[in-house]
């Protein structure tokens, strides 16, 4: 499995299409009510280091999801992990977990991240790939997140650098 940045059009493209697809935004928030992306918009928090984002693969394969840390503070050493399978009959097989793994080592390594967190949606298949990747639960903030006018919570879960 290999972590690549958005450094191309098509890779940047590619993320943007999977991050609006309906079956992956009723699952996400990117703030401002905002639940599709485009490229440029995806673009902006990348370059600025707001974001870390990077598609991920099979074995030497073409991209099949996208993970990032969103809302990076570099003075509070925090950030918020996401991912989205884009190729969903790659599903079940442990590469999202992975690529989590991956991604929070980026974070901690490369970034100097202490505390990285990350929420759930209950009900949502991800939730096994929070808990196998390491990150404990630390709370649950209910009837948030509307689903086809149907509230739910998000579980809340949390890692440090010397859990990973």
């Known amino acids: 499995m290999t972590l690549e940045p958005l450094d191309t059009p098509e890779r940047l493209r590619l993320a ?3 991050l609006s697809q309906k079956e992956n935004t009723r699952w996400l928030d990117f703030g401002d009510s905002r639940q599709k992306v485009t490229p440029e918009w995806l673009r902006l928090p990348i370059r600025r280091g707001a974001e870390a984002v990077r598609t991920f693969t099979t074995d030497d394969a ?3 999801g996208v993970v990032g840390l969103g809302n990076i503070n570099r003075d509070f ?3 918020t992990l996401w991912v989205i399978l884009g190729d969903k009959t790659a599903g079940r ?3 999202a977990t992975r690529a989590v793994s991956r991604m929070v080592g980026i974070g901690f390594r490369e970034l100097g991240l202490n ?3 990350t929420w759930v949606v209950e009900h949502n298949p991800s939730l096994r790939v929070a808990e196998r990747s390491g990150f404990r639960p630390f709370g649950r903030q209910r009837q948030c997140h509307y689903i086809d006018g149907r509230a739910y919570d998000r579980i809340w879960f949390d890692m440090l650098a010397p859990e990973h």
Request: no cysteine; proline share 13%; aromatic share 14%.
């Open 16 to 18: 943007a299409e999977w």
């Open 115 to 117: 505390a990285i967190n």
């Open 77 to 79: 050493r925090t950030a």
């Open 93 to 95: 097989r442990g590469y």
């Open 62 to 64: 073409p991209p099949i």
